[in-house]
């Protein structure tokens, strides 16, 4: 895709910084870089330069680096100046920049567009960038990364394969099944590896929840009847005051909840509202939500105290009965299952178990969805699928196969028609 504008932007984030990036791409970088420095530098070499206005004013000293078509991110002639970091210095540039002819400031994500329109990336890894760059632990760095690195694209693309190859025969057994090298049915083997990836495809999209802890999360709700030390554990489990503690029953009329890095992991740890019969009309709202937020979360820790009983609950979740308060308990305390906030027993304990349950939560051999627009695409192609599966003529179950194969690659923004011709003259040789 050829370009008309020129875009420039502050790529390297708040100002004032040590250093600011300002990125060019589009046909007049070359243009723009010859008014800003009076000749082109060598491409790919950082080049030491003064960057003038067009009134010969200097704006600042810094090294330019041009990446020539169509060897760069975008695919397009760019340009990189990297500058001192103040607010003027970049203001100066960036007004400068403005006033050439062909240059505007890039919208939102348009570089990376651009590098898509461009084939030097699909839609899974523009995605997984936009994921890189918001990563906050590190299971979410490895996890877009592994994306960025067309972990995603591969396996979708392979399966794409096994579409086109089937589509091959099956067209070919409709149209040339008078040729020689044309076998004469191919069906049972091609609807057998379809149901085969229809089932592949199933457990796919069962693993999205992974990818959601990985992102969104590893939900935790500490639930418990009232004073049962639910906001000091929270307090402690976040080594700072969160939650309001007090000895009134009912303090804690809604969820609050904090996010902490556990192994590597985003985990939401939620203190929630005492749970109890006798409670009024505010409060006993809270404790609807402090229930909801146990059955919705990913792992639930309900806290007994000493002569306390269990809240009257039914959680289908993963939960585990920790004993509160523990330096006033009279028998020996499993340190896993208990723990003491004014002493600090078994909270460092109960902080591993919380983050090692989170790493399994979140753990995944090979590629996973990692977005809702991948899982809706992926259920897309399975009906397709299991329609073309229990379809009478085969002129619609090719036509069901031809629509999986579509919605598939929706996913990584490429669909392309001229696949399917090159599939069949390679597996035979009609017309030669």
Same mark, same amino acid.
């Not at 992991?265 to 005492?274: F, M, Y």
């Given at each position: 895709m050829q370009s008309v504008d020129t875009i420039f932007a502050l790529s390297s984030g708040a100002l004032p910084s040590g250093v600011a990036v300002v990125r060019l791409s589009g046909p007049h970088t070359n243009e723009a870089l010859r008014q800003l420095l009076g000749k082109?530098?060598?491409?790919?070499?950082?080049?030491?330069?003064?960057?003038?206005?067009?009134?010969?004013?200097?704006?600042d000293r810094g090294l330019v680096v041009l990446f020539p078509e169509p060897a760069s991110f975008t695919g397009e002639d760019c340009a990189e100046l990297q500058l001192h970091g103040s607010k003027a210095v970049v203001a100066a540039v960036l007004t400068e920049l403005s006033s050439i002819a062909g240059l505007r400031h890039a919208e939102a994500g348009e570089f990376t567009k651009r590098a898509f329109l461009n084939g030097k990336l699909d839609l899974l890894q523009a995605e997984a960038l936009g994921d890189l760059l918001r990563a906050e632990t590190e299971?979410?760095?490895?996890?877009?990364?592994?994306?960025?690195?067309?972990?995603?694209?591969?396996?979708?693309?392979?399966?794409?394969?096994?579409?086109?190859?089937?589509?091959?025969m099956i067209e070919a057994e409709l149209d040339f099944a008078d040729e020689s090298d044309v076998p004469g049915s191919v069906s049972d083997v091609v609807w057998a590896d379809m149901a085969s990836l229809q089932d592949e495809i199933e457990r796919h999209i069962d693993d999205f929840h992974k990818a959601e802890i990985i992102r969104d999360g590893f939900r935790v709700a500490i639930l418990g009847a009232p004073n049962a030390g639910k906001s000091s554990l929270l307090n402690s489990l976040a080594q700072r005051? !969160? =939650?309001?503690?007090? +000895? @009134?029953?009912?303090?804690?009329?809604?969820?609050?909840?904090? #996010?902490?890095d556990l192994e590597g992991?985003?985990?939401?740890?939620?203190?929630?509202?005492?749970i109890?019969?006798?409670?009024?009309?505010?409060?006993?709202i809270g404790i609807d939500r402090a229930v909801k937020a146990g059955?919705?979360?990913?792992?639930?820790?309900?806290?007994?105290?000493?002569?306390?009983?269990?809240?009257p609950l039914q959680l289908e979740t993963e939960h585990m009965i920790i004993k509160s308060k523990a330096d006033l308990w009279e028998d020996t305390l499993d340190e896993a299952l208990a723990v003491s906030t004014v002493t600090g027993f078994g909270v460092d304990t109960l902080l591993r178990l919380i983050g090692s349950k989170a790493e399994a939560a979140a753990g995944a051999k090979g590629a996973i969805p990692s977005h809702l627009r991948h899982v809706e695409?992926?259920?897309?192609?399975?009906?397709a699928?299991? !329609? =073309?599966?229990?379809? +009478? @003529?085969?002129?619609?179950?090719?036509?069901?196969?031809?629509? #999986?194969?579509?919605?598939?690659g929706r996913i990584s923004g490429r669909v392309d028609p001229e696949e399917l011709l090159g599939a069949v003259f390679a597996n035979f040789c009609i017309g030669k």
């Open positions: 082109l530098p060598a491409p790919r070499t950082a080049a030491y330069a003064s960057i003038r206005s067009r009134k010969g004013l200097t704006l299971a979410q760095r490895r996890f877009a990364l592994s994306n960025a690195a067309g972990s995603q694209s591969q396996l979708y693309q392979s399966w794409r394969g096994r579409f086109l190859h089937a589509r091959a005051d !969160a =939650a309001i503690v007090t +000895d @009134e029953p009912g303090t804690t009329r809604d969820v609050i909840e904090v #996010a902490l992991h985003k985990v939401l740890i939620a203190d929630t509202a005492g109890r019969d006798d409670a009024g009309t505010v409060e006993a059955q919705a979360a990913d792992l639930a820790l309900i806290l007994v105290e000493p002569g306390g009983q269990l809240p695409l992926l259920m897309r192609t399975r009906e699928i299991l !329609a =073309a599966l229990a379809g +009478d @003529e085969l002129e619609l179950r090719a036509e069901g196969l031809r629509r #999986a194969s579509d919605e598939l």
